[in-house]
């Protein structure tokens, strides 16, 4: 079974960064797509970004372009996720995800294995 830790979070003010981390502890990250996902205060799950491990390919979503950087470094294991200019409405809880068929989606139905979260809150 694969297990993920995100660490990282905490609390920032507008405009200030943050670097998530996503340690994936079985196995290299050749087979899997990464994703990561947060979850506002009475908010569904909403996918950020995810990294296709095979080809490096990366997708994210429209509010965090030019924002948010996936990358990864195989050798630990372990996924990113560079977060700058943040936003009071970046406020949540963020995790990481594998997707072992490989689709490369910012779904989260799609996504087998989960961390356990990793707060970030965003507030002057």
């Known amino acids: 079974q694969v297990q993920l830790v995100e660490s990282g979070g905490g609390l920032v003010q507008p405009g200030e960064s943050l670097r998530l981390s996503c340690v994936v502890s079985?196995?290299?990250?050749?087979?899997?797509?990464i994703g990561w996902f947060r979850q506002a205060p009475g908010k569904e799950r909403e996918g950020i970004s995810c990294?296709?491990?095979?080809?490096?390919?990366?997708y994210y979503a429209d509010f965090v372009k030019g924002r948010f950087t996936i990358s990864r470094d195989s050798a630990k294991n372990t996924v990113y996720l560079q977060m700058d200019s943040l936003k009071p409405e970046d406020t949540a809880i963020y995790y990481c995800?594998?997707?072992?068929?490989?689709?490369?989606?910012?779904?989260?139905?799609?996504?087998?294995?989960w961390g356990q979260g990793t707060q970030v809150t965003v507030s002057s």
């Open positions: 079985r196995g290299t990250l050749d087979y899997y797509t």
């Open positions: 995800a594998t997707d072992s068929l490989n689709i490369a989606t910012l779904i989260p139905e799609v996504y087998d294995y």
């Open positions: 990294m296709s491990t095979s080809d490096e390919s990366t």
